[in-house]
């Protein structure tokens, strides 16, 4: 078994900073990449970030420049730091961990935390 569990989530001020936190854990034998997406009321998720086992990162065009996805490989946690925040950002927050299990390990799984809300008050 695998669990993602993401922490972090709060009330903050427009133009304030987070930082999302999202472990992985269980019978892991290695992790691919890892990603945040979001989903705000009424609308559909979107992705926010990903990051592969190399580090090579991806971002939404929304969150360039304001967002990063710093990861630990050691703790299969990845981090999502979050600056210059708008109103436009409040959503719950999902984390995503493509894992290879131990004892599978021709295949990878996607597994999802259950979402941490972020709530921008301008």
């Known amino acids: 078994q695998v669990q993602v569990v993401e922490s972090g989530g709060g009330l903050v001020q427009a133009g304030g900073s987070l930082r999302l936190s999202c472990a992985a854990s269980?019978?892991?034998?290695?992790?691919?990449?890892m990603g945040w997406y979001r989903q705000a009321p009424g609308k559909q998720r979107e992705l926010v970030a990903t990051?592969?086992?190399?580090?090579?990162?991806n971002y939404a065009d929304s969150v360039k420049g304001r967002f990063t996805i710093p990861r630990d490989n050691a703790k299969n946690t990845v981090y999502l730091q979050m600056s210059s925040l708008n109103a436009e950002d409040t959503a719950v927050y999902f984390c995503?961990?493509?894992?290879?299990?131990?004892?599978?390990?021709?295949?990878?799984?996607?597994?999802w935390g259950q979402g941490t809300q972020v709530t921008v008050s301008s």
């Open positions: 995503n961990a493509d894992v290879v299990p131990r004892g599978l390990t021709m295949k990878v799984y996607r597994y």
């Open positions: 990051i592969d086992s190399g580090g090579s990162t």
């Open positions: 269980g019978s892991i034998f290695s992790i691919n990449a």
